[in-house]
């Protein structure tokens, strides 16, 4: 609610911690800020550090983190890089060097970033935004792929290779969820806006609206290849974490597909190693409005399975949603043999061997790849 509200960061609790320090501080400190906050925070906080009482001398460094969830300690043991900034005086670069004292003890000084505050602060926003970017650009690509024969893993391939673009973030999929990317890059949005640079946030915005395409349209594309209706047609979701090795549901793309699947009356059966039943309605009813009240009947058309197995047996289609290893190395054969003919599979991650499940006798859909049975020359 209120101004910005969806894209504006709250820094309401950045600014009731500096005040706490200013407080209970008996001398000088140098506070560090860790979170991803919109640039120009931390004189924000300077400020409010400035107006004790007592005389003290603060320094405020930033020093956001760069941890990808499910690998956080070994990023933390191995980063690519450090960044710390600081005010550009002679105390700022003193406070700015006893942090890069301490990383210095096991990241190689090279590896040690330092900048200004505000550079700092906003390069954390843009590496966010810039991976998300890579993300719905080859996202945007698989559309065209699906429509002309051409395979996004090839062409992921072949822009890869360049040295000048690189191979990572470039695995196309039904889009990007998490805590930061969508939140990082409306605050983005937002910064631009209130700085007057409306091309620069239309131009960011839009990496959120190819993330949205590319989730609505895996659903339509579920809906229209089962001869257009999936009401009353038990499907299997298989994953519902935003990403492997962790069980956070935040902004997740499957609850995405599961609320638009739900609304079409189909019945869901959703199966991952490790989110929680009741994890996955907080974040429905947080992210998307639906819960018990808003849809009643929620709790039944959507059941929580115990393993791949009894999420698919009787299944009119599966749909891989998270990259879990073990979704790999399924018994195929066995789930083919439970499920509804014809037995639909919906690669939203592309990590199934696609070959070899059509042999089976399953028909198959994935993201950006070329349909056998709409093209004849592949």
């Not at 391939?157 to 998490?178: E, K, W």
């Not at 490790?274 to 819960?291: A, L």
């Not at 599979?345 to 859909?365: C, P, Q, S, T, Y």
């Amino acid at each position: 609610m209120g101004i910005g509200a969806g894209r504006a960061a709250n820094i309401k609790n950045c600014e009731l911690c500096a005040r706490k320090i200013a407080e209970v501080s008996e001398s000088g400190k140098i506070v560090v800020e860790k979170s991803t906050v919109p640039v120009r925070t931390a004189q924000a906080v300077r400020r409010v550090l400035e107006c004790n009482e007592k005389g003290l001398k603060f320094q405020v460094l930033s020093n956001p983190e760069f941890l990808a969830e499910g690998t956080a300690m070994e990023d933390l043991k191995a980063p690519d890089r450090v960044l710390i900034g600081g005010v550009q005086d002679a105390d700022g670069i003193k406070a700015a060097e006893t942090l890069v004292s301490v990383y210095a003890n096991w990241v190689p000084r090279e590896q040690i970033l330092t900048t200004n505050l505000w550079s700092s602060e906003l390069s954390k926003l843009v590496a966010n935004a810039f991976l998300a970017q890579r993300v719905s650009s080859i996202n945007s690509i698989s559309a065209l792929c699906e429509a002309t024969g051409a395979d996004v893993s090839e062409i992921s391939r072949a822009v890869g290779i360049d040295q000048r673009i690189g191979r990572r973030f470039l695995n196309s999929s039904i889009g990007f969820g998490g805590s930061c990317f969508q939140k990082d890059i409306l605050n983005l949005v937002y910064l631009c806006e209130t700085y007057g640079l409306h091309e620069c946030a239309e131009y960011w915005n839009q990496v959120i609206v190819m993330n949205d395409y590319q989730k609505k349209r895996f659903t339509e594309k579920m809906v229209s290849s089962m001869f257009n209706t999936v009401t009353g047609k038990k499907i299997a979701i298989l994953g519902y974490a935003f990403k492997k090795d962790t069980g956070d549901v935040r902004e997740t793309p499957s609850m995405f597909v599961v609320r638009d699947l739900v609304l079409e009356q189909a019945k869901i059966h959703v199966f991952d190693p490790q989110v929680k039943r009741e994890d996955m309605w907080t974040e429905m009813d947080y992210t998307c409005g639906m819960n018990f009240e808003t849809h009643p009947g929620l709790d039944k058309a959507v059941t929580t399975s115990p393993d791949a197995y009894s999420a698919c047996d009787g299944a009119h289609a599966f749909a891989v949603l998270t990259e879990w290893d073990e979704f790999k190395t399924l018994d195929f054969e066995r789930i083919y043999k439970g499920m509804a003919k014809p037995a639909f599979v919906f690669d939203g991650r592309n990590i199934l061997d696609h070959a070899k499940l059509r042999e089976i006798g399953f028909e198959v859909h994935a993201i950006g790849k070329p349909d056998p049975n709409k093209f004849s020359d592949l």
